[in-house]
């Protein structure tokens, strides 16, 4: 059940892994037990009934988080990427 059609998550502030899992996770409707890692992100993420994805999901802050966190900025526009072919209804924007 999408909360709303459009959802903005602010990244550039996120300082650890965990803290950028745990801000995905409550902005996404996450479960309370998923863990604070890409697999978990991925599994919730492309499954309806773990998440609440909206039709269109912009990411703000990619280049801080670049900066910051290079690892988890690309696993994350790889985790994105790949959601497209699961869950068609929810595009995906980045904004600097």
């Known amino acids: 059940s999408a ?8 990244l550039s502030e996120a300082s650890t892994p965990s803290e950028l899992h745990t801000l995905l996770g409550a902005a996404l409707g996450f479960p309370a037990w998923h863990g604070c890692n ?10 309806p009934k773990l998440s609440e994805l909206p ?5 703000v802050g990619i280049t801080a988080l670049s900066e910051r966190m290079p ?9 994105l990427a ?3 072919a699961d869950r068609p209804d929810c595009s995906v924007s980045w904004v600097c």
């Open 3 to 10: 909360t709303s059609s459009h959802i903005e998550i602010d």
């Open 38 to 47: 890409w697999d978990s992100f991925a599994d919730c993420a492309s499954d």
């Open 55 to 59: 039709a269109s999901l912009c990411i």
């Open 71 to 79: 690892r988890e900025a690309a696993l994350l526009r790889s985790c």
């Open 82 to 84: 790949e959601l497209a």
